[in-house]
T-cell receptor, first 109, second 114 residues
Framework: QKEVEQDPGPLSVPEGAIVSLNCTYS??????FMWYRQYSRKGPELLMY????GNKEDGRFTAQVDKSSKYISLFIRDSQPSDSATYLC?????????FGKGTRLHILP | DAGVIQSPRHEVTEMGQEVTLRCKPI?????LFWYRQTMMRGLELLIY????????DSGMPEDRFSAKMPNASFSTLKIQPSEPRDSAVYFC????????????FGEGSWLTVV
């Protein structure tokens, strides 16, 4: 079983919809949970960062962590075409970051 | 502010040739990471340095790969000899004090080995 599992998509949703992106993980030693956004032909950039169970909100983005279920989510409200990108979940263990493979998201205008 | 700078952005080389990828981290950052990204395997950590010292190279696939960081502002990833299965995007990233702080990625070096 991989340490971090993420559905690669692609996921296509109409503009304005709520998007839900998810990852599961197997190692309870993970301490920090992150979401990175990667535009085509660019490097990943940090979008959200959290270290505890519960929700963290930043504008249209909400990161949710459920440590008991080993499940993390990213919600995007009022999705925009500019949100079209690959979203990678990431988790920190022993000062190393382990990435999911990423979910490709297309927001249809 | 200058971000992480990588060169070359694109490289096409023949199997068996030596490839050298270069990275300049963000000034003041003391941790540097090399990642490889492919469709099949996603983003994989190859090696990371702290204060110019290699801390974990367990992700380096085999002896054909080597990485150096001679000073705080420069690192190289070398593949010798290159093989078609090395075709991937190689990212360099840097941070202040390891992976518990935000790591900043460069735009990647797109390598094709034919």
């Amino acid at each position: 079983q991989k340490e971090v599992e993420q559905d690669p998509g692609p996921l296509s949703v109409p503009e304005g919809a709520i998007v839900s992106l998810n990852c599961t993980y197997s190692n309870s030693a993970f301490q920090y949970f992150m979401w990175y956004r990667q535009y085509s032909r660019k490097g990943p950039e940090l979008l959200m960062y959290t270290y505890s169970s519960g929700n963290k909100e930043d504008g249209r983005f909400t990161a949710q962590v459920d440590k008991s279920s080993k499940y993390i989510s990213l919600f995007i409200r009022d999705s925009q075409p500019s949100d079209s990108a690959t979203y990678l979940c990431a988790m920190n263990r022993d000062d190393k970051i382990i990435f999911g493979k990423g979910t490709r998201l297309h927001i249809l205008p | 502010d200058a971000g992480v700078i990588q060169s070359p952005r694109h490289e096409v080389t023949e199997m068996g040739q030596e490839v050298t990828l270069r990275c300049k981290p963000i000034s003041g950052h003391n941790s540097l990471f090399w990642y490889r990204q492919t469709m099949m395997r996603g983003l994989e950590l190859l090696i990371y340095f702290n204060n110019n010292v290699p801390i974990d190279d367990s992700g380096m696939p085999e002896d054909r790969f080597s990485a150096k960081m001679p000073n705080a502002s420069f690192s190289t990833l070398k593949i010798q000899p290159s093989e078609p299965r090395d075709s991937a995007v190689y990212f360099c990233a840097s941070s202040l004090q390891g992976a518990r702080n935000t790591i900043y990625f460069g735009e990647g070096s797109w390598l094709t080995v034919v």
